[in-house]
């Protein structure tokens, strides 16, 4: 709560909430990353799981791209990484990823949320677009990727 005005936080909660019931959102698969030596530009494919299959190609760093490759095929390195280190605080505080969602696209860059279950409550965070996903992956249960329909028409658009 914020010094004393009750109900401030949980109002703007709930303001997010509702704005989020009204979107469209379409279930995504992350299908590859890619590297290529002649454009050093990782990428992250992402397709959606039914018909039309419209794919988003992400734009990610690196390290980025090789915590989301190591997420998708569920390795994990001698000493935990920052996802895997996140992923366990999460399953020990007993927080679910409930969905990674791709909720905006400006200016070339994916805007995204982590939307979580807590003991306490849901709880949606601003968060990159890869790191929301490598979450979701990391999860015993891996939880949906989510994009808004608004990000794909504009994409194709």
């Not at 469209?24 to 992250?44: G, H, K, N, Q, W």
């Not at 990484?81 to 696209?105: N, P």
């Not at 709880?123 to 994009?147: K, M, N, W």
């Amino acid at each position: 709560m914020s010094d004393g005005e009750p109900g401030v936080d949980d109002a703007s909660a709930d303001a997010k909430d509702e704005a989020t019931a009204d979107v469209a959102f379409r279930v995504m698969r992350l299908e590859s990353v890619i590297y290529e030596l002649a454009d050093p530009s990782p990428t992250a494919h992402l397709v959606e799981a039914e018909s039309p299959f419209r794919y988003l190609v992400v734009p990610v760093a690196l390290p980025d791209a090789i915590a989301l490759e190591h997420a998708l095929n569920r390795v994990e390195g001698r000493r935990p990484t920052t996802h895997e280190l996140m992923s366990e605080v999460l399953t020990r505080l007993q927080a679910e990823v409930i969905a990674a969602r791709i909720v905006r696209h400006e200016g070339g860059v994916f805007y995204s949320e982590l939307d979580l279950m807590t003991p306490r409550g849901r709880e949606v965070f601003d968060c990159r677009t890869s790191d929301a996903i490598a979450l979701a992956l990391r999860q015993g249960a891996p939880a949906p990727v989510l994009c808004s329909e608004e990000v794909l028409a504009a994409y194709y658009g």
